[in-house]
């Protein structure tokens, strides 16, 4: 019966092993699955900052492809070291220079402030020669031409009207097309209602120079945070991979030890078979079973002990990934709110914040989109520039609320009566532009036409008083040979003539073209 009995027993070593094995493989199971989670979060991770500074783009597609490849420990260590001293070295650098507009800043300061050439000439070659930054350079122009107040507003008077009234027609062009931060709102509206107004030069000159020295302020702060948040999504980010390849070393060390394992017990299995099958006495028999039975326990039991070190090991290489999965989603919720931030930091960068049109940036892009179009396909393109008539009345007579409401009105008349495949934008003022694909002159003029009987019929109620509203229009159709500006500079004469013409007419730039 002893002996009946041991034979019964490695079926059940037998079963405690297979048990084991299929433990083995549902936790190599396990780790495989939680390190293909990393390497796909690490990947969206990188695709959402791609973009963010353009030095660091390349090292993100180093690590990228490393991770299609899985979790290796040297490539991705080493990728992810490259990473981090990319970010450590970089510097904020100064915005490259536009001589072209330095040379006519301080050609206009020359000639309104002639007692200074000198000084302002050796400033000059000092900026273009020293790299002296933006800030310091109207630091630097305000101690020459602006010693004291009294001798600021002695020197202003020098100006013209009409002088003084293109300034401010430019001071007010540079603060609506450029990006206010939110705090800085009020103070922008604050300044452009001081420009309509009619306020003293200086004081309009000092506040907007304060006002784009805030903003740049905000905007390297703005840049010092992306830089801050990337520094710290690469520590945990090489942290993830270190922790993550150590999981796939313990799966890796595990199937070695279970291979082995499985090796060492079939030995001692066949082993006994053959000393079975050669044996002739009983007693001698019972010991080699007994003493090989032994053994096979003995390798089993020493797997199950290192099998609950491991496990052990395990669970605190899950808890780890628990928490670093839970960092992940952290991080990749910062990482979208970034991303949301910086599309919307872009939207407003191309678009005119009072009528919410595509400001004249965005007309640039989409013009050379349109422009590329035409030339492949052959297709009409049409140009269509569209005024405002008497604006400055309208301002004048019933204020600038009632020219603000005029200039979302006809935003909207004009976005609501084209076609989806047409672009309307702000041009700046009063003026916006129209591009109609597929679209030739005389198509262009019929459409133009009917638009602008529909804004004649438009009028709208200021303080109980009708405000009329007409618009005039240049067309021109882009021709073989055309550019940018050539096709531009038709357009406007167009609109020009249009204007000269009695106002309230649609004109293709052809002569004597119909004007219906």
Not at 48 to 56: F, I
Not at 94 to 119: A, G, I, M, Y
Not at 294 to 320: A, F
Not at 426 to 442: H, I, K, S, V
């Amino acid at each position: 019966m002893g002996i009946l009995s041991k034979k019964n027993t490695p079926d059940k070593w037998k079963e405690k092993y297979f048990n084991l094995l299929d433990e083995n493989e549902d936790l190599e199971s396990s780790n495989q699955e939680r390190e293909d989670l990393l390497c796909k979060t690490i990947i969206r991770l990188s695709f959402a900052t791609m973009g963010v500074n353009k030095g660091l783009d390349p090292y993100l597609k180093k690590i990228r492809t490393q991770l299609k490849k899985g979790l290796k420990t040297e490539q991705l260590k080493s990728e992810l070291g490259s990473f981090s001293d990319a970010l450590i070295t970089m510097e904020e650098s100064e915005p490259r220079k536009n001589l072209q507009e330095t040379s006519l800043l301080f050609d206009f300061l020359v000639q309104h402030f002639s007692d200074q050439e000198k000084s302002l000439r050796l400033l000059q070659i000092k900026y273009n020669t020293e790299l002296t930054n933006q800030t310091d350079l109207f630091i630097d122009i305000n101690h020459l031409i602006r010693p004291s107040k009294q001798e600021v507003s002695s020197s202003i008077p020098k100006l013209n009207k009409v002088e003084t009234k293109s300034v401010l027609s430019h001071l007010l062009l540079l603060l609506n097309t450029t990006e206010i931060p939110a705090q800085l709102d009020t103070q922008a509206q604050g300044l452009k209602e001081k420009i309509h107004e009619g306020a003293p030069l200086s004081t309009v000159l000092e506040e907007t120079i304060s006002l784009l020295f805030q903003i740049k302020k905000h905007v390297q702060s703005e840049q010092k945070d992306i830089a801050e948040f990337l520094a710290q999504l690469t520590e945990q980010l090489t942290e993830i991979g270190i922790k993550a390849a150590g999981a796939q070393s313990y799966s890796k060390s595990t199937t070695e030890k279970r291979n082995l394992l499985d090796q060492s017990v079939s030995l001692q299995v066949l082993e006994l078979q053959e000393s079975s099958k050669n044996a002739t006495q009983l007693e001698p028999l019972k010991q080699l079973i007994h003493s090989r039975v032994e053994t096979i326990n003995q390798l089993i039991q020493d797997h199950q002990d290192q099998e609950e070190n491991e496990r052990n090991k395990v669970e605190k290489v899950e808890n780890l990934l628990e928490s670093l999965t839970t960092k992940l989603r952290i991080m990749e919720k910062e990482s979208q709110a970034l991303k949301d931030k910086l599309d919307t930091a872009h939207e407003k960068a191309v678009h005119d914040p009072l009528t919410s049109l595509p400001n004249r940036l965005a007309y640039d892009d989409r013009l050379k989109v349109e422009l590329a179009r035409w030339k492949r396909y052959k297709t009409p393109l049409s140009l269509l520039i569209w005024d405002i008539d008497s604006f400055k009345k309208i301002n004048d007579t019933y204020g600038h609320k009632a020219g603000d409401k005029t200039l979302i009105l006809i935003s909207k008349l004009l976005a609501s009566h084209c076609r989806e495949t047409d672009f309307v934008s702000r041009f700046g003022g009063e003026e916006f532009t129209m591009l109609l694909p597929n679209t030739d002159g005389q198509s262009a003029l019929l459409a133009a036409n009917k638009i602008r009987k529909i804004i004649e019929k438009t009028a709208f109620n200021s303080n109980g008083k009708k405000i009329p509203i007409t618009i005039s229009c240049g067309i021109t159709q882009f021709t073989n040979g055309d550019t940018e500006s050539s096709a531009f500079n038709r357009s406007d004469k167009a609109l020009y003539e249009a204007k000269n013409r009695g106002r309230n007419l649609c004109i293709l730039d052809f002569e004597n073209s119909p004007t219906s």
